[in-house]
């Protein structure tokens, strides 16, 4: 995981803004396919869990959101179900390079915002 961490430091001046924090949702949309409704929306599917569980962890690294608003962007969800969302995601990071690489693509990407 630090990987996907590497120079994220570089965007403080953005970090927390509403705008950011949409950003990100729209970017993580688009790269699985989705909607930033259907991200926000109830749908369990695997392509969208997966999906919010990378932007549960931008918007907290990036965004410097707090799980509860957090929850809140992502259609009302509860703080528990964030920490959760964010804590599979990290472990996932362990074990799957290519999902490592591609947490640190969005990041990027988001960087240039």
């Known amino acids: 995981m630090t990987g996907a961490l590497d120079g994220l430091a570089a965007y403080p001046a953005t970090a927390g803004t509403p705008a ?7 970017r993580v949309a688009d790269r699985f396919g989705i909607t ?3 991200l926000k929306g109830r749908g369990r599917s695997p392509n969208l869990a997966g999906a919010r569980r990378i932007a549960v962890h931008l918007l907290k690294i990036l965004g410097d959101a707090s799980y509860s608003e957090i929850g809140t962007l992502l259609g009302n ?4 179900t964030m920490v959760h969302a964010h804590q599979t995601l990290q472990a996932d990071l362990g074990r799957d390079p290519h999902l490592q ?13």
């Open 101 to 113: 690489s591609a947490v640190q693509q969005l990041a990027r990407e988001l960087g240039q915002v």
């Open 36 to 38: 930033v409704r259907a």
């Open 20 to 26: 950011l924090r949409e950003a990100i949702l729209e």
């Open 77 to 80: 969800r509860s703080h528990s």
